[in-house]
């Protein structure tokens, strides 16, 4: 079965400075997506930035952008000039493709406070 | 464009009673996915549905049920709640491989 681990429950980060998230999986499968989400205090979870396990360059999304390690099986996200709207939670999320479902497996999440 | 709408917000109820949660999804998607998020356990995956038909099942005791409506709509029931079963009930639709649509989700309380 996959996983999925955040292993920092928080982090913070100045504004205007650059923060990582860290995630790891583990999959036998060769194609999947990974996904980072965000959740705010307003509680509905924001897709952030997706990444389709066969393609090998990293996907950015203005100031977000990944560092994606298939053969160690991580998916860290990377964001730029952080901002106070930035904070919340982070959830990272795996995706089979092949399962004939959209069942996500999430990470247990990481807290991101940005001080201004 | 609206989005994914759970209804209600926030919801009170006894132990041993029952609860009807409501999800409408993104116009379009016809695949609906509930999770159950706890600080203890996080998120939860409890079901989907696609085409009302339910494609998947989390590992939930059987007074979690769901179905879809032709539409799309989705609801979610708990039957016998317990003091544990309190969550945010977060529904999701998805078109396909795109990702997760997410709605506002519903906290229950049970007391």
């Known amino acids: 079965a996959q996983t999925v681990t955040q292993s920092q429950p928080e982090m913070s980060v100045q504004e205007a400075e650059t923060v990582t998230l860290s995630c790891t999986y583990d999959t036998s499968e060769s194609d999947y997506y990974l996904f980072w989400y965000k959740q705010p205090p307003s509680r509905q979870m924001i897709l952030v930035i997706r990444q389709e396990a066969y393609k090998q360059q990293n996907a950015t999304e203005n100031r977000f952008s990944v560092n994606f390690q298939k053969a160690a099986k991580s998916f860290s996200l990377k964001i730029s000039d952080s901002q106070l709207g930035d904070a919340a939670m982070y959830f990272c999320a795996y995706r089979s493709p092949t399962s004939g479902t959209y069942k996500y497996i999430f990470g247990t999440g990481t807290r991101l406070k940005v001080l201004a | 464009k609206a989005g994914v709408t759970q209804t209600p917000r926030y919801l009170i109820k006894t132990r041993g009673q029952q609860v009807t949660l409501s999800c409408s999804p993104i116009?379009?998607?016809?695949?609906v996915s509930w999770y159950q998020q706890t600080p203890g356990q996080g998120l939860q995956f409890l079901f989907e549905y696609f085409s009302e038909t339910q494609r998947n099942k989390g590992n939930f005791p059987g007074r979690f049920s769901g179905r879809q409506f032709s539409n799309s709509r989705s609801e979610m029931n708990v039957s016998t709640l317990e003091l544990g079963d309190s969550a945010l009930y977060l529904c999701a639709s998805s078109l396909g491989a795109g990702g997760y649509t997410f709605g506002s989700g519903t906290r229950l309380t049970v007391v």
């Open positions: 116009s379009g998607h016809r695949s």
